[in-house]
């Protein structure tokens, strides 16, 4: 199934908010096709009749008390914020032209 | 175990002491624990320009800990744990308040966590004394330390070699007497393929049984933390004091953590009649080291000659692990590192009052991430995506389910299973960087019991007659019988070391490395 083109790579790249380089495009789109060959094996025993495992220790619901507990005050969550304004997040502007 | 006799502490260096032995010689108040943290720090400062096994050190709070362990051992407190006053470096992935955690990215730099990860916190509260953060690949994605942004670590044993990763850092400040302990983290070999190739103990307990809670995600269905040291009863001795639940961690076990300690001390007995060990079919063989290979068959004729009842068991699932996890672990991974978006902290570039947030963030992952993490999410959003996933990530999902039922076959009728840790001993540094399919190979034997979640470790297994390059044996144990492997690993360790008249990893070779750093210097790495 593989055999994953220039194109592909760069929608990948949308998808995942990556401005990758051209450089860029042409090395990964050869290595994720090597990669996607190599692991393209699980195909081979992965019959319809196996459920699928998507956790080592499967554990449901667990919940703690709602209680309350001290959490990060102001200062303490924008500390390591990029540009923290009057006490706030700024943040680049999220709607635009682009229709 | 070594520490049958009390050292001289007059004439003897502190940092080629295990933690056991430093705990006894500062709670018997025979040395101070401000002497044993200032002797690590002295060696830092003299050897990791060379090995580069640290990302950032703090002697100010390392001394002020170790100094409150004295006054209150002088007060007459009685320690706060075994291993009170004991040095410890910390892989930089686990969050330290106050103190930088980069993840060995770019992303990180200079992000100062606002809270302490609960391994961190039990550290502390145990009187372990925090050197610093040791060096790794990018968002722990390598198994050479060489993603690191920051630059590679180089095992002590060869400086132009690997230390294995993600974690080298850590196993490199052990084999570089730079740290006693350590921490790592294990997300499919981590901890125990960067113990192999430096000689040290490495220890991935089961998952869920050390709490993830300020461990930065990388797959999070996979991640476990656990100890790194040079003996097999210190790892079992930091193990205690980081295992356990934590309602923090909602993926945590609630249930005590197995008696390691206890399972050392009967292995050191060197008795392993009724213990039944076996050899993995899957994990050996073609496309191995000879030399790895010829350890690993003596490391077997070892158990048996201590009492262990040896058969060889075939996991035929496990030939598809590493396809499997290179599935999953890219797809968990594209979802986790979503969290980089620029907004709330780390880097923003490319934020100059016009371009969207979207832009910005695209603009700052392309140039805060490092080409495996850029290759790894790309990937997962490949397996995840629509027309892709019942191929690739639905299909990893079902090898997973085959290889616990393999697990589960083999330990009905042995109690632990043994094999390679790695293929092949350390490579050169920059023998994989350009082709990520070999790099990934590194991880063939360490990854089953990721995917499972069981119990596994490294222990040193010798040296590969070929390279003279360190060779560790992996044993695994099922999910919370973590005791049944320290107790193989602790039986083997004594065994090795009556053989040999001490252990392995006090033969590092002792080259001029601050002369090797002056000529490195030169070289762009």
């Known amino acids: 199934m593989p055999n994953i083109s220039r194109d592909e790579v760069a929608h990948l790249a949308r998808l995942a908010r990556l401005a990758v380089t051209d450089e860029e495009l042409d090395l990964f789109a050869g290595q994720l096709d090597a990669i996607l060959e190599a692991v393209a094996a699980v195909g081979d025993v992965a019959t319809d009749d196996i459920p699928p495992t998507s956790h080592a220790v499967p554990l449901t619901n667990v919940f703690r008390a709602d209680e309350v507990r001290p959490g990060l005050g102001q200062q303490q969550a924008l500390a390591g914020a990029p540009f923290p304004e009057e006490g706030r997040f700024r943040v680049p502007r999220i709607l635009g032209e682009e229709a | ?223 476990q933390a656990g100890p790194c040291a040079r003996t097999v009863l210190d790892a079992a001795l930091l193990h205690e004091v980081i295992g356990g639940h934590d309602p923090l961690d909602s993926t945590s076990i609630d249930q005590p953590v197995p008696p390691v300690v206890a399972a050392v001390r009967e292995g050191a007995t060197g008795d392993l009649r009724g213990v039944r060990v076996g050899v993995v079919t899957q994990l050996s063989g073609e496309g191995y080291q000879p030399g790895v290979l010829r350890s690993f068959h003596a490391a077997v004729d070892t158990l048996r000659e201590l009492g262990a009842e040896v058969v060889e068991v075939s996991c035929p699932s496990f030939q598809y692990a590493l396809s499997a996890y290179y599935l999953i672990a890219p797809s968990e991974c594209s979802s986790n590192l979503a969290r980089f978006d620029a907004m709330r902290y780390g880097l923003r570039v490319g934020d100059d009052g016009n371009r969207s947030a979207e832009e910005v963030m695209s603009l700052t992952r392309e140039a805060g991430f490092g080409p495996e993490v850029k290759r790894r999410i790309m990937l997962g959003t490949y397996a995840l995506s629509s027309g892709y996933y019942d191929a690739y990530y639905g299909s990893a999902q079902k090898v997973r389910t085959l290889i616990k039922r393999d697990f589960d076959a083999a330990f009905e009728n042995v109690d632990v299973l043994v094999s390679p840790t790695t293929p092949t001993t350390a490579f050169r540094l920059g023998e994989r960087v350009n082709d990520p399919m070999a790099m990934y190979l590194a991880d063939l034997c360490t990854i089953p019991a990721n995917l499972a979640g069981n119990a596994a470790l490294s222990v040193p297994s010798g040296l590969s007659d070929e390279d003279g390059l360190p060779v560790g044996l992996q044993v695994m144990a099922p999910v919370m019988q973590d005791h049944r492997m320290y107790r193989v690993a602790a039986a083997y360790e004594v065994a090795r070391n009556a053989a040999e008249g001490g252990p392995q990893i006090q033969r590092v070779p002792q080259a001029d490395w601050s002369a090797h750093n002056r000529a490195q210097s030169e070289v762009a790495v």
């Open chain 2, 1 to 223: 175990m070594s520490q049958t006799s009390s050292p001289e502490p007059a004439n003897t260096d502190l940092t080629r002491l295990a933690a056991a032995e430093l705990a006894e010689l500062v709670h018997s108040r025979q040395v101070s624990a401000v002497e044993v943290t200032q002797a690590h720090l002295d060696r830092i400062a003299e050897v990791d320009p060379a090995v580069h096994a640290f990302l950032h050190t703090d002697a100010e709070n390392a001394l002020a800990t170790a100094r409150q362990v004295d006054q209150d051992l002088a007060a007459g407190q009685a320690p706060a744990s075994p291993l009170a006053g004991v040095p410890v470096a910390v892989k930089d992935v686990l969050t330290t308040e106050g103190t930088p955690t980069t993840c060995g990215s770019r992303m990180l730099e200079g992000w100062l966590p606002p809270y302490d990860s609960t391994v961190v916190r039990r550290l502390r509260a145990a009187g372990l004394v925090i050197l610093g953060k040791t060096n790794m690949d990018e968002f722990a994605m390598g198994s050479s330390t060489e993603n690191s942004a920051f630059g590679p670590t180089r095992n002590p044993w060869d400086l132009d070699r690997i230390p294995g990763g993600s974690g080298g850092g850590s196993s490199a400040a052990l084999a570089a007497f730079e740290a006693p302990l350590a921490i790592g983290t294990d997300t499919g070999g981590s901890i125990r393929q960067p113990g192999a190739v430096t000689g040290t103990v490495g220890v991935k307990p089961t998952y869920g049984g050390v709490s993830r809670y300020g461990l930065v995600a990388f797959s999070s269905s996979l991640d």
